[in-house]
Structures are given as C-alpha cells and as structure tokens.
C-alpha cells in the first residue's frame, strides 16, 4: 500500500467578474475592488505536518504600465472578517514580491498570479503562522517576467494568524511612486481549499 492520501482541492471561491480598475499609490491598495471577498473561513488551518492545511489563490487580469516607470511591489494581506468584509488592509502581510520594475510601457498585458498559502504552525488566539509562495508571471512585470513571493531574501511568515476566525484575503499592489496612469484590472481569481 502505498499510503496515498488521496485529496482534492474543493473550489471555495471563483468569480469572473471584471473587477474595478485598481490606480496602485505609493501606498499599498487592492486591486480586487468590485469582486466578491474572498474569504478564508474560520477553523480552516487546522493541520500541520504531513497534511498540512493549504490553499491556493489564482488570478489574472491586464496591467497597463506608463513611460515614467515607478517600482511595483504585488502582495498578499489578510484582515480578519467580523459581521461584514472588513475594508482593505495590510493586518496580515503573508507575503510580497519586492520592488521590481517593469521593463518597458505597455498597455492591456495579461498578468497570472499563483499563490500557495499553508499552515506551519498552530497556536491558541492570534499566534499561528502562515506561510505564502508563489509567482506572478507576465512579460510586463520585469526583464524576466516573472516574480516570486516572497521576494529574494530573508522570508518571515506572519505568525499571528487567528485560526477561529475569518479572513478576507487581499491581493495588493504598492508603486514607488504614485505615478498617474498605472493601473492593474483583475479578470477573475479563484480560491481552492486543498486540506
């Protein structure tokens, strides 16, 4: 026998609705506006170890980037959904690419981000730690294009996360500066719950 244990990842969340077009600041932003929350909901980290708790997030969408090029930095915030989804906010930073440039202006240029969110640790109140890995790929990003999150160098996963409760989950996006013109629509994202 081999031990497989066989699990799926159960579709939670997908919404193909054209959200609003996010103008990044030099202060981070969503740029989920106009879509329904996602959510992550309370008592879904629950298992460490060789069956961690997990998620994915996918998404994809077009980024528009002006002649005067500022710095990007694309990241992933959660806050903590009481009796209605809670506002945008950077409570729980679970991870960023780092500053990159994009190489060049463009206009409309497809965008994918795949982000794999799990459990390390599992603690009373707000003291458990997530962990988040992934990549945003397009030719608009940078030279490469592709980034990773978290970014190159030392990662240090927030490690008070809330276990009982709910999550909204918030894809961001901070520029250098706040350089009129840039602008990233979100085409459609998709939650998995994997364990």
Known sequence: MSGYQPIGGELKYASYALATTSVPTAAAVTITAGQPPIIIPSGYFKNTGEWASSARLVMGGLMTVTATIPTWNWGLYGVVATTSPPVFGTTLALGSTGAST????VTNVPWFMNLDIGLRTLAAGAA????CWGVIQSTAVNAAGELTLPGTGA????????????YVLWPGLTLSAATAGNTVTVQYAKLYLEN
């Open 102 to 105: 994009p190489p060049g202006a």
């Open 128 to 131: 458990s730690t997530l962990v």
């Open 155 to 166: 990662y240090t996963p927030p490690s008070t996360y809330d276990t009982s409760q709910s």
